[in-house]
């Protein structure tokens, strides 16, 4: 393995990651900002309001993008596994 392999494995996980990530990332900052708006303009600063919205959306989101985000994974695994075969 040359440093240029590594380098290159280490960039496609790093990029793996960032993909898989973003959906739950994106859907609960939208919905914290919402939530935000909606505190600073009711005035009620109460946690579980921002809690457990985020939680529901984070679950939904996992549920809508979970399979994509299995596939993604699964894929980045079988290029390492088929790396290792070639060396």
Known sequence: MTQSDAITILQEGIMTVIMVSMPVLGVSMIVGLII???????????????????????????IAFGPWMMNKL???VNKLFDYINMV
Do not use: E, G, R
């Open 36 to 62: 935000s708006i909606f505190q600073a303009t009711t005035q009620i600063n109460d946690q579980m309001l921002s809690f457990v919205p985020k939680i529901i959306a984070i679950f939904l989101t996992l």
């Open 74 to 76: 699964i894929d980045f």
